[in-house]
């Protein structure tokens, strides 16, 4: 709770003697000048850069900010907050999608960024694989077995890369070569290829091809989507939520349709978790 009468956010203390940063309460303008001068006075002794003097303020984070939530998943929604949109789902994708177009001179930084994270968290996955395990379930998960293969097969018979097959980075390096397009899901991961994409069918065909419309998604459906065990949660959870629905005596017959329609996408994922889980 914040000590201070009027600002929500505030300093520890009340600022003493010529100290202005942070007071009364916490002012973007003084707090950013007071980080870039402390960086730049001490940054050397840390091995940091300087950090060019310019006229730096808040307002001008909000469009990185963007594209990096436009980059992650469910990131309509963190949009739709950041820009204050009181928009429903379907609506905020439609407006944010420009707003969050990746700015070009970050493009390959991010996409960097973006290969490893996804890498890293593909070699638990590397590991299943090499003991045999089907790792995968969905439309997409024959072609994602396939690119794990050809990565095990690399480490394995790679002179060089064997003897480093301890380094987990080296899997990582390997993973990303093999996944660049991957992009991480809540309910399922994205191994984005336009012409495959029926996310894309919801686009202008000048706008399809540039990246996953996240809020169209049809995992169940899509060639490029892959459902792993640590989705399952949320899989089982929708498909109680659908059968506990599909039995309210108030739905309309129409409306009862969408439901079972949409439950039988759902139960094809969790059966065949299930049967994964028995194998």
């Given amino acids: 709770m914040s000590w201070h009468p009027t600002h929500l956010f505030a300093a520890l203390a009340p600022p003493t003697g010529r100290q202005t940063h942070g007071s009364p309460g916490l002012h973007s303008e003084s707090e950013i000048d007071f980080f870039i001068n402390g960086v730049n006075t001490t940054g050397l002794r840390h091995g940091l850069a300087a950090i060019p003097h310019n006229h730096v303020r808040s307002h001008m984070f909000r469009k990185t900010m963007s594209q990096l939530a436009g980059r992650e998943p469910d990131s309509e929604i963190a949009l739709g907050l950041q820009l204050k949109h009181a928009a429903r789902r379907a609506v905020a994708n439609r407006t944010t999608q420009a707003y969050a177009q990746m700015d070009a001179k970050w493009a390959k930084e991010f996409d960097t960024e973006l290969q490893q994270a996804a890498a890293r968290k593909l070699v638990d996955l590397l590991g299943g694989r090499r003991r045999g395990e089907r790792v995968a379930v969905g439309p997409g998960a024959a072609r994602f077995h396939a690119g794990l293969d ?130």
């Fill in 150 to 279: 050809e990565v095990i097969a690399s480490l394995d018979h790679h002179p060089h890369l064997r003897a480093q097959i301890a380094d987990e980075r080296v899997a990582e390096a390997l993973l990303a070569a093999e996944f660049p397009n991957l992009h991480l899901g809540t309910l399922n991961h994205c191994m984005f290829d336009a012409p495959q994409a029926e996310c894309q069918d919801q686009l202008p065909a000048d706008q399809r091809g540039l990246a996953p419309l996240i809020g169209a998604c049809q995992p169940a459906r899509c060639r490029n989507s892959t459902i792993t065990r640590a989705h399952a949660p949320y899989w089982i959870a929708e498909e109680d939520d659908l059968i506990a629905l599909s039995k309210n005596p108030r739905l309309s017959p129409p409306n009862r349709e969408a439901v079972f329609i949409r439950l039988a996408d759902v139960q094809r994922i969790t059966r065949a978790l299930e049967e994964e889980d028995t194998a």
